[in-house]
């Protein structure tokens, strides 16, 4: 069975940074393609980055590039996503999750997701 678990979510200051991990059991991510989704209250919920399996080749949103980062650690079975200058914009739950065969940040291609994690962004 697929479980992933994300962490790292909290408050920060706008302009501020912070690194949310996922973490899997099940699979193992240096094969799995990886996605990171936010969704805030109200609205729909938004693919922000994606990472393959193997050569772990990137996707970003047109929102988040150039500020958020994402990559993997294979020893860790962790995907991580890198959020630097971060916005009034960018407060939402965020998810990982998994499950397509390409590389994409279309959710309705993902199967299997993490119970989410919120960030808040505020002075």
């Known amino acids: 069975q697929v479980q992933l678990v994300e962490s790292g979510g909290g408050l920060v200051q706008p302009g501020g940074s912070l690194r949310l991990s996922c973490t899997a059991s099940?699979?193992?991510?240096?094969?799995?393609?990886i996605g990171w989704f936010r969704q805030a209250p109200g609205k729909e919920r938004l693919g922000v980055s994606a990472?393959?399996?193997?050569?772990?080749?990137?996707y970003y949103a047109d929102s988040v590039k150039g500020r958020f980062t994402i990559s993997r650690d294979n020893a860790k079975n962790t995907v991580y996503l890198q959020m630097d200058s971060l916005r009034p914009e960018d407060p939402a739950v965020y998810y990982c999750?998994?499950?397509?065969?390409?590389?994409?940040?279309?959710?309705?291609?993902?199967?299997?997701w993490g119970q989410g994690t919120q960030v808040t962004v505020s002075s």
């Open positions: 999750a998994t499950g397509p065969q390409t590389l994409t940040i279309a959710s309705w291609m993902y199967r299997t």
């Open positions: 990472i393959t399996g193997g050569d772990g080749t990137t």
């Open positions: 099940g699979v193992t991510l240096r094969d799995a393609y």
